[in-house]
């Protein structure tokens, strides 16, 4: 909507309940390279969240769970818990949040055994907690996201990333683009961190405004106005003649070539929360 973004591009897909990481070739042709094997990133924050009691908190009443702990995770350490890293044994661009939400919990009944903690109290290391917990989820999301953008540079599936030269050059090359959308994608610190992705790495990183990461009316409306205006699908007429499905496949599913690739990442350095 404020950015201009030309076919292909990479897209991260962060939600309550999606977690997808596909090449975007056209109005209504998609390439999967991975997604989540278990919980999406929201579900699982906002899991975290409840066990973490955070509503309780008069300044998290309203909030949903992953921008609560996105707002008591500010100023705090992200580093005083070090929770694993998902499938780091796994070179391919799914995702898995389940173990790492068990991760917390663990660690938070921890907390609680060791202060006493009863009923709707909350742990001293609240803070530190949100932190950590966001840390580690945005650097799975992160490094996926870096194991897609080399995939696809490397497969001619988006334009090459530049050499170190080309970087400085400011000339007319055209540079492959991340683009982050979804719910999840409201969070500062993910934003942040994917940025700094692409700028060490010669890529374009566009993200979605905030203010309608959330908004599901707009997406919808946004991506038939587009199919119409593409004549991808004809104006229906007839409603009730409409298939209607909870859940529908994205594009072709390319994950097995990813994961035969067996892409090991470079170890970047990037400051995240």
Known sequence: LQHRVDFPYLVLLVSGGHCQLAVV?????????????????GEAMDKVARRLK?????????????????LLARGANPLAFPFPEPMTDY????????????????????????????????????????????RAMVQHLVRRSQ????????????????????????GEEAF???????????NSVLRDALAQLCN???ARFVATPAKLCSDNGLMI???GLERYRTSAVPAVEDLDALRVESRCALGTDISQSVAKASIKLRKIKLKIG
């Open 25 to 41: 070739r056209a109005i209504d042709d998609f390439l999967l390279l991975g997604q989540t094997i278990d919980d999406a990133p």
């Open 54 to 70: 955070v509503h309780n908190l008069p300044e998290c009443r309203l909030l949903s769970g992953g921008a609560a702990i996105e």
């Open 91 to 134: 070179r391919t661009c799914d995702f898995s949040f389940s173990g790492f939400k068990n991760a917390v919990y663990r660690e938070i009944l921890r907390l609680e055994k060791q202060h006493g903690i009863e009923a709707d109290g909350l742990v001293p290391e609240l803070h530190d907690v949100c932190a950590s917990a966001q």
């Open 147 to 170: 194991r897609a953008l080399e995939f696809c540079t490397r497969e001619g599936l988006l334009p090459p990333l530049p050499s170190e030269e080309a970087k400085v050059t400011n």
């Open 176 to 186: 492959p683009t991340l683009v982050v959308a979804g719910g999840v994608a409201c």
């Open 200 to 202: 060490h790495l010669g």
């Open 221 to 223: 409306a946004w991506n």
